[in-house]
Structure formats: structure tokens, C-alpha cells
């Protein structure tokens, strides 16, 4: 069962308008939660990590929340652009006093397409 | 830094063929993963090294699939023989430990496979 859900699956926006990405986590113990960006054709790249003490961490015009309470997260998109046209991944990672020998668990992404 | 290199970026063969994908992960990092992404999917582990030990291989689909690393520069991922189900994406990532706070995953840019 995948402990990290993304929504939604995939999102069409006007260039230069603002959208949100979700992600719900079941995740535990949780240690920190990070967005990757995923251009076509190319692999993932990390825009933001926040550990459970962090609500909010800004890169440009993406900004990210968490509430470790609800085990949600957020990505929001201000003003886009067409090169913000990819796929984001919500990756959760496992505390370090988890038993399980790896620690990251992976969404299926959010495909967006931002058109002109 | 050149990032993570992979090669080659696309490979068709037949089914039945021997397939090897490469990585040359970042110099310094002393994590590597190898990872497979599907539409349906989404991105999977399939087996991680840490200082070029095998530390978890239980994300290999089966014996048909082997990854060796000899050495902190290089490794690869066999596939014999090769089945139409293994036509994905294959992505190589290393990192700095197993992906903690301070250390994102850098992936390179994927072998795209299609088997026939």
C-alpha cells in the first residue's frame, strides 16, 4: 500500500495563474518531507525539504507547507510559467528510528501542464 | 559537476536479449539507487548501495534482474533476459547517505527501455 498519496493525478492551468498540489502521508515515524520536480525526459530534482518543525520553506515562486498533524503537505505554484509544465513528487522520509532499512517513500506524482 | 551520468538514454531490444544500464554516480556521494518508473507505478526502488555494498535488493522484480557496483564510480543494472513488462524508465540517483535533510537524492537522467 503506497503511504504517500498525491492529488490531484494531473492538473491544466493558465500561464500565469496560481495552483496547489496535495500529498497525504501515513508515513511513521516521520522525519522530513521533500518536493521534487520532474521535467519530461529528465529525472527528479528537489525544490524544498521540511522536517516536522517546519510549516512553510519558499524556493522562488514555489512555496511548500506541512501540518505533521494531518500528515498533509502542500506545493504552491504563484504566478506560472511554462517551464513549471512536469511532474511533482511528494517523497516522505522515515525517521531514523524506524526498522525499515530504507527510508524514503515515494508519490506518484502530480503531472502539471500550464498552457499558454 | 556533471551530475549523475547514465547510459545509454534509450535502448530498444528484443525480448529474450541481455540488457546493462550504467551509472557514474557524483563524485563523493557514497549512496547509489536504482530506481524504475512506470506510468502505472510511479518511481520504485529497486535496489540501493551504501559504499558500494548491496544493502537492500528486495525491489528487484526477480533473479532476472542483477546490479553490481565495483567501484565508487561506477555500476549497472543487468536485465537477462528481457521481458516486454521491463520496458520503463530506469533511473540511477546517488546521494550523500540515505537521503536525510541535508542530502537530496540527484538523479540522472534515466535510461528510457523498451523491450520488444
Known amino acids: 500500500k503506497n503511504q504517500v498519496e498525491q492529488s490531484p493525478q494531473s492538473l491544466i492551468i493558465l500561464e500565469g495563474k496560481n495552483c496547489t498540489l496535495q500529498?497525504?502521508?501515513?508515513?511513521?515515524?516521520?522525519?522530513?518531507l521533500r518536493w521534487y520536480k520532474q521535467d519530461t525526459g529528465r529525472g527528479p530534482v528537489s525544490l524544498t525539504i521540511?522536517?516536522?518543525?517546519?510549516n512553510t520553506k519558499s524556493n522562488g515562486r514555489y512555496t511548500a507547507t506541512l501540518d505533521a498533524d494531518t500528515k498533509q503537505s502542500s506545493l504552491h505554484i504563484t504566478a506560472s510559467q511554462l517551464s513549471d509544465s512536469a511532474s511533482y513528487i511528494c517523497?516522505?522520509?522515515?525517521?531514523?528510528?524506524?526498522?525499515?532499512?530504507?527510508?524514503?517513500?515515494f508519490g506518484k506524482g502530480t503531472s502539471l501542464l500550464v498552457t499558454p | 559537476d556533471a551530475g549523475v551520468i547514465q547510459s545509454p538514454r534509450h535502448e530498444v531490444t528484443e525480448m529474450g536479449q541481455e540488457v546493462t544500464l550504467r551509472c557514474k554516480p557524483i563524485?563523493?556521494?557514497?549512496?547509489l539507487f536504482w530506481y524504475r518508473q512506470t506510468m502505472m507505478r510511479g518511481l520504485e526502488l529497486l535496489i540501493y548501495?551504501?559504499?558500494?555494498?548491496?544493502?537492500?535488493d528486495s525491489g528487484m522484480p526477480e533473479d532476472r534482474f542483477s546490479a553490481k557496483m565495483p567501484n565508487a564510480s561506477f555500476s549497472t543494472l543487468k536485465i537477462q533476459p528481457s521481458e516486454p513488462r521491463d520496458s520503463a524508465v530506469y533511473f540511477c540517483?546517488?546521494?550523500?547517505?540515505?537521503?536525510?535533510?541535508?542530502?537530496?537524492?540527484?538523479f540522472g537522467n534515466g535510461t528510457r527501455l523498451t523491450v520488444t
Open positions: 540517483a546517488s546521494s550523500l547517505g540515505l537521503g536525510s535533510y541535508n542530502s537530496p537524492l540527484h
Open positions: 500529498c497525504n502521508y501515513t508515513v511513521s515515524p516521520f522525519s522530513n
Open positions: 521540511m522536517t516536522f518543525s517546519e
Open positions: 517523497v516522505v522520509s522515515l525517521g531514523s528510528n524506524s526498522n525499515s532499512g530504507y527510508a524514503l517513500n
Open positions: 563524485s563523493g556521494h557514497n549512496s
Open positions: 548501495f551504501n559504499n558500494n555494498v548491496p544493502i537492500d
